[in-house]
């Protein structure tokens, strides 16, 4: 008997930027306006999202697991 683990993906935006991303504070050789380095961790109720902005500032997202249900 073999068993199979099925995984079923989807993808949602958390933060698209344009006036909502605040401008650089600091000039860099290798950044870029935007957010980088996501990583998320998954609560009882929530979903929380934590991110790099222009790879200056740590924001988080916090995110109610019932509003994801596709």
């Given amino acids: ?38 990583k998320s961790y998954v609560d009882e109720e929530f979903v929380y999202v934590a991110y790099a902005t222009n790879k200056e500032d740590i924001e988080i997202t916090r995110i109610p697991i019932g509003s994801l249900v596709p």
Avoid: H, I, N
């Fill in 1 to 38: 008997m073999q068993t199979y683990l099925v995984m079923s993906f989807r993808a949602w935006l958390v933060r698209a930027g344009g006036a909502d991303l605040q401008p650089w504070r600091y000039e860099g050789k290798y950044k870029r306006a935007g957010y980088s380095y996501p």
